[in-house]
T-cell receptor, first 114, second 109 residues
Framework: DGGITQSPKYLFRKEGQNVTLSCEQNLNHDAMYWYRQDPGQGLRLIYYSQIVNDFQKGDIAEGYSVSREKKESFPLTVTSAQKNPTAFYLC?????????????FGEGSRLTVL | GQNIDQPTEMTATEGAIVQINCTYQTSGFNGLFWYQQHAGEAPTFLSYNVLDGLEEKGRFSSFLSRSKGYSYLLLKELQMKDSASYLCAVMDSNYQLIWGAGTKLIIKP
């Protein structure tokens, strides 16, 4: 079945460590997105990619990095520079960034900093 | 600035009807989405409105008034499984989604 797979579902990190969250889709979508969700707030865009080998900063990119070497994959690295990384991270995709179609979401990754 | 407003929490009774409102101010408009999100899970798509009026899909309906910057999601014949957060999102002129904080709906027996 087509969909988006995020891993790991739960991740614990010590302060000062970088961690990478995986996002893989087999929907043949061009556009992929990373969002952060905190209690009581709307989804906030971290990074997005419209095509392979290209990505753009969202509203809260500081302390995060991404790559888009393959159409199917859009991993997110949470670096030690991110001061408050504990959150629920959602990866999403859609057919094209200039399209009005719906976003499809992965199941999410919950990161906790110890 | 861009802003999406929706109530933080609502409570309703099983079998009843509930209306969740969403007002927005955005740079351009390419449609409004409603998503359902159960606790700890990913959002799932419910509806998309780009023209004024009511879209009905089973027990769920969504209404849009572009001139008023207003939408609502109507849920009929409420079931316990409808307990979730409902997210309103507007697609702006750059095709980016601007998200509301979500409305937590509590269904009581």
């Amino acid at each position: 079945d087509g969909g988006i797979t995020q891993s790991p579902k739960y991740l614990f990190r010590k302060e000062g460590q970088n961690v990478t969250l995986s996002c893989e889709q087999n929907l043949n979508h061009d556009a992929m997105y990373w969002y952060r969700q905190d209690p009581g707030q709307g989804l906030r865009l971290i990074y997005y990619s419209q095509i392979v080998n290209d990505f753009q900063k969202g509203d809260i990119a500081e302390g995060y990095s991404v790559s888009r070497e393959k159409k199917e994959s859009f991993p997110l690295t949470v670096t030690s520079a991110q001061k408050n990384p504990t959150a629920f991270y959602l990866c999403a995709s859609k057919v094209g960034s200039g399209e009005t179609g719906e976003l499809f979401f992965g199941e999410g990754s919950r990161l906790t900093v110890l | 600035g861009q802003n999406i407003d929706q109530p933080t929490e609502m409570t309703a009774t099983e079998g009843a009807i509930v209306q969740i409102n969403c007002t927005y101010q955005t740079s351009g408009f390419n449609g409004l989405f409603w998503y359902q999100q159960h606790a700890g899970e990913a959002p799932t798509f419910l509806s998309y409105n780009v023209l004024d009026g009511l879209e009905e899909k089973g027990r769920f309906s969504s209404f849009l008034s572009r001139s008023k910057g207003y939408s609502y999601l109507l849920l009929k014949e409420l079931q316990m499984k409808d307990s979730a957060s409902y997210l309103c999102a507007v697609m702006d002129s750059n095709y980016q989604l601007i998200w509301g904080a979500g409305t937590k709906l509590i269904i009581k027996p």
